[in-house]
């Protein structure tokens, strides 16, 4: 019989920590050793306990510490037998999660996520640690692979909320050259967007052109007041609508900040 995989909660909201002791029990892979609010507490477990994983909300108001402590004393102590750490908060910028990431989190789950909640949490541990036999680089390996496709994700919601926001329709083929031009420049700037799209939908470049203007011209005659409202760059609206350039690059600075 395979032994249980075992992990610890960091987690200040009592009301989580009793889900987790709860639901563990679904999961017979999975052994719960202990929740607490406290991040010295917590260090001192995994050097007692050597879990496979630990489950850490960043901001531990109600405890004593933080995430960031925890992480830097892990990774100071704990070199050779690092469990796999899985970091659970509200915080959703960049440059914070970057920080988790340099400090050692392997894996990081906003609690804004429509679908986030306990099982979500668990299942996580279950497809990185339990229902694996991997060993701990290809396990982190994984846990990059999917916070990848979470970003991505992510990316393509907020990208889609911007274009609600100053109503562009969606059922226009240049909306949807647009959002791909905005994602794909927000991890790279490229000089060549049109030209990877027509290669992309099997078009040709002039027409991705077209159709973006057209996109933008028909929201550009939508309320003035909206736009001035979400569109923070300069608006002449004698002049018109921005080009597609300027409008994809103006969202992908607006994105890049803010994601």
Known sequence: MEMKKSFI?????????????????????????????NAPDAVKLVREFSPDAVVLDIELNQGNGDGFS????????CVENKPLIIVVTNLISSYIHKRIHEKG??????????????????????????????????????????????????????IAAEMNLIGMKPSLKGTGYIKDAIEMNVEKRR??????????????????????????????????????LYYKAPIDLRRGAPSPTEFVFYYVDKIKREL
């Open 105 to 158: 989190g392997d894996y990081i789950i906003t609690k804004s996520k429509p679908d986030y909640s306990v099982k979500l949490v668990l299942n996580t541990i279950d497809t990185l640690v339990a229902a694996s036999s991997l060993d701990k680089s290809r396990q982190a390996e994984l846990a990059k692979v999917m916070a990848k496709q979470e970003y991505a994700m992510r990316l393509k919601k907020k």
């Open 191 to 228: 000089n060549n967007t049109k030209e990877l799209l027509a290669e992309k939908y099997s078009v040709t470049a002039d027409s991705v052109e077209k159709a973006m203007r057209h996109a933008i011209e028909v929201t550009w005659k939508n309320d003035p007041d909206i736009l001035f």
């Open 9 to 37: 909660v960091v987690e200040d909201e009592e009301y989580i920590c009793k889900q987790y002791r709860s639901q563990v029990k679904e999961h017979e892979n999975l052994y719960l050793i202990d929740t607490t609010n």
């Open 70 to 77: 925890f992480l830097d004393a892990v990774r100071e102590t």
